[in-house]
């Protein structure tokens, strides 16, 4: 929960609170478990909430409107900004039972495999905490950060991409392993590969090092 | 991993294994573990495979090609249906090493919350878990190829891609412009800009070649 943003936590009658065992597995996360509401029913954690959504393993005898993880945390996220949502989940052996499922508006599927189907309760509340983050960062349109705004050098140009393939075509023919009269798409090849990797301007400046210094090492016929 | 539908786990160097704490908490899941592959390195535990990523809680001195959950499990299926790909997870307290992480091609991070960033492993699995099953379900829903399976070559595995790095790093001291004495970080440079395209068979055999041929005509200190 916390490491997905989420701080507000609400017990229904624990077992054991406050507990030596959660004390110890919430690490850096000690101000949620300390900040948790304890309640007796379902029905007080849940009376200020104008959405509710509870985890569900199964389909139940009576179908309720269905939810995915994105579609819950997306309506989560937009409802939370006027009013209190809850996502409920059940005990780690059995769930929430069907007079628990009924208090929900809606019901929340993780799309499990068929043959093992049934998540731990850590699971569950990681994946539905996860796609709340998500839905959250997308509003505040900071997700989906773009490759290249976590690079430290500046892309290479056209024209410095342009020169670097020359010095290569020069090179190669230098070492005797280009034939610029019987090409066999060699310089194609090259254009496919280097355009591949959209290289910046330092890792250019070394190929175009190593260039220059192969060029210094070669023997010339001349020699 | 099962619940998500994955079933090939490859444990590098585990402290205790078999283990009976793992046993119990596998629960239903157990023929994962029993399947379990041990291996001794990284290196090892990757060597068959053409796409690696691996996971990052933060940015490093040389930053990496970055990618979200998502877009990571998008790669994981789309690679996955012709060629073997890794997802790598640290040590549950310090992760992944710099040298374990310029092993993968790509680094994938959990966009958590910046007060309290770091997950613990089973959350990290989790949610990466999730996102590769429900790209593989929304693979199994549409017909929309993919760039990659267009291509005309085998991607080159990776060891294969490391007899070329080996080869480079020689032909590079060779020719005097790498001293391993001084590394400067040229490896690394090297390994994050060919690994940012997964090489295909072919262009890995042409750079062999060119690698090959600067060493037939470099001159030799005893001419």
Sequence with gaps: MRNMGLQRLTLVEPLEFPSGVAVGRAA????????AEVVSDLK?????CSLVIGTSARSRSI???????EQSAEKVVTESQQAEVAL?????DAGLNNEELQQCHFHVQIPADDDYSSLNLAAAVMVLSYEIRKAALKLADQSDRKEDEYWDQAKATGDQVEHFYD??????????????????????????????????????NILRGILTNIELNIRKDTD
Tied chains: 1, 2.
């Design 63 to 69: 179908p309720w409107p269905m939810l995915t993880p």
């Design 167 to 204: 010095h290569l075509e020069r090179v190669m023919v230098a070492i005797n392993f280009h034939d610029p009269g019987n090409p066999r798409q060699l310089m194609q090849r090259m254009r496919r590969l280097f355009g591949r990797i959209r290289i910046d301007v330092m890792e250019l």
């Design 28 to 35: 850096s996360a000690l101000d949620v478990l300390e900040g």
């Design 44 to 48: 007080q954690a849940i009376a200020g």
């Design 88 to 92: 409920v989940f059940g005990r780690e």
